[in-house]
């Protein structure tokens, strides 16, 4: 089984539209993450959340909104999508919020057009 | 501010041959240093990852990396490429508001590694 997972992996939409990202993880982890991968492969942390709260905030457009139903879920929905809003979205989650490595999902691939 | 550099943006290697990656950081506190792998079209795997104690620590796939706090780097390294080594490789340092912890990694630009057979 796949510990982190999410869906969908790939995703091509128009701009406007609203769309949700999914994020599961079977570890048993406190801590979960989105971060965004850009076309020149930065990496960059958008936000954490810690036992469903949220803990980290990298000053992402509020168009993005993380939701976590429970500690095992972390959702990013991205409303009215921009062409600049196209990129890698990674979840990764650790076993708690400090001091602990961080597995990462597989990605999911958002087009916009 | 905390950053991760790594000078390279693309390595071509022999297959056979061996390699050695780039990476520095600036950060104030004590850091926890990651390196981590993306294959293509995957997500990024854990190679390896220094938080004290020997600063030549060994990781997955045959790779090993060294902390030396006076140069702030943490190089990676591998003896003896293999094709399947080719990939993006990222250098991250843990930060956060706690000095001696950290709750988010810092991602450098990543290094783009090609294998000729």
């Known amino acids: 089984d796949t510990a982190v997972s999410q869906t969908p992996k790939y995703l091509v939409t128009q701009m406007g539209n609203d769309k949700s990202i999914k994020c599961e993880q079977n570890?048993?982890?406190?801590?979960m993450y989105w971060y965004k991968q850009d076309s020149k492969k930065f990496l960059k942390i958008m936000f954490s959340?810690?036992?469903?709260?949220?803990?980290i905030n990298e000053t992402v457009p509020n168009r993005f909104s993380p939701k976590s139903p429970d500690k095992a879920h972390l959702n990013l929905h991205i409303n009215s999508l921009e062409l600049g809003d196209s990129a890698v979205y990674f979840c990764?989650?650790?076993?708690?919020?400090?001091?602990?490595?961080?597995?990462f999902g597989e990605g999911s691939w958002l087009t916009v057009v | 501010a905390q950053s991760v550099t790594q000078p390279d943006i693309h390595i071509t290697v022999s297959e056979g041959a061996s390699l050695e990656l780039r990476c520095n950081y600036s950060?104030?506190?004590?850091?926890?240093l990651f390196w981590y792998v993306q294959s293509p079209g995957q997500g990024l795997q854990l190679l390896l990852k220094?938080?004290?104690?020997?600063?030549l620590v060994q990781g997955i796939k045959g790779f090993e990396a060294e902390f030396k706090r006076s140069q702030s780097s943490f190089n990676l390294r591998k003896p003896s490429v293999h094709w399947s080594d080719a990939a993006e490789y990222f250098c991250?340092?843990?930060?956060?508001?706690?000095?001696?912890?950290?709750?988010?990694?810092?991602f450098g630009p990543g290094t783009s590694l090609s294998v000729i057979p």
């Open positions: 990764a989650s650790s076993r708690e919020r400090y001091g602990n490595t961080i597995y």
């Open positions: 570890l048993g982890h406190d801590t």
């Open positions: 959340y810690n036992n469903k709260e949220l803990i």
């Open positions: 950060y104030g506190a004590t850091p926890y």
């Open positions: 220094y938080f004290s104690g020997d600063t």
């Open positions: 991250a340092v843990g930060v956060g508001a706690v000095k001696t912890s950290y709750d988010k990694v810092i």
